[in-house]
């Protein structure tokens, strides 16, 4: 069975800091990974994902994630805070067994402090 | 271009109450699924269909029921409201056998059961 699971239910950086939201998952068989953002009473957007191309990913604004096989991890980074990167972050995994469906981690609140 | 409509975006409802949440899409995506979302626990599978006329459970598919007549709707139906749905309920879409494309969500209803 898939899981996710996502280190931290909130995380608080300066602006300007590195973001770094930790994502390890569980797939029997090449998993397909997503990173979604939401932002205060606004549903879902997909910011990047990994689809056993590049294992760095590279998303919008200004987001990348790494994908690790031998440490089953799918971190979520940027080098540099900003205030409007305040919201919450769900890792998410899905695979060719699994179908369509896609497990959700239980996110991660991310805090941008001035 | 629309994306996912979803409606209503608040509803409060008593116990024991019925409802139907509408989610409408015009992408031509054969996938379409509802999730709802609480505090801590990320985003949890009710119903899921593959395409018009197919429909299955997910992982919290007690109190709710679904149906798809056609490929753009699949409505949610709570059949006797309880105070323990109380959540935000959302609906993606996608495309049927491509786990790798990702879910296009839609902004959410916002449910309360007192």
């Known amino acids: 069975a898939q899981s996710v699971t996502q280190l931290g239910s909130h995380v608080s950086v300066s602006e300007g800091a590195l973001v770094l939201l930790r994502c390890n998952y569980s797939?029997?068989?090449?998993?397909?990974l997503f990173w979604y953002v939401q932002y205060p009473n606004q549903g879902l957007q997909l910011l990047l994902k990994y689809t056993s191309a590049a294992t760095l990913v590279k998303g919008i604004n200004g987001f990348e994630a790494e994908f690790k096989k031998s440490e089953t991890s799918f971190h979520l980074t940027k080098p540099s805070a900003h205030m409007s990167d305040a919201a919450e972050y769900f890792c998410a995994v899905s695979d060719m067994e699994y179908g369509n469906k896609l497990v959700f981690g239980a996110g991660t609140i991310l805090r941008v402090k001035s | 271009n629309a994306g996912v409509t979803q409606t209503p975006k608040f509803q409060v409802l008593k116990t024991g109450q019925s409802m139907t949440l509408q989610c409408a899409q015009d992408m031509n995506h054969e996938y379409m699924s509802w999730y709802r979302q609480d505090p801590g626990m990320g985003l949890r599978l009710i119903h899921y269909?593959?395409?018009?006329?197919?429909?299955d459970q997910g992982e919290v598919p007690n109190g709710y029921n679904v149906s798809r007549s056609t490929t753009e709707d699949f409505p949610l139906r709570l059949l006797s409201a309880a105070p323990s749905q109380t959540s935000v309920y959302f609906c993606?879409?996608?495309?049927?056998?491509?786990?790798?494309?990702?879910?296009?969500f839609g902004s959410g209803t916002r449910l309360t059961v007192v």
């Open positions: 797939s029997s068989v090449p998993p397909y």
């Open positions: 993606a879409s996608s495309y049927s056998g491509r786990p790798n494309y990702g879910y296009t």
């Open positions: 269909s593959v395409g018009a006329g197919i429909t």
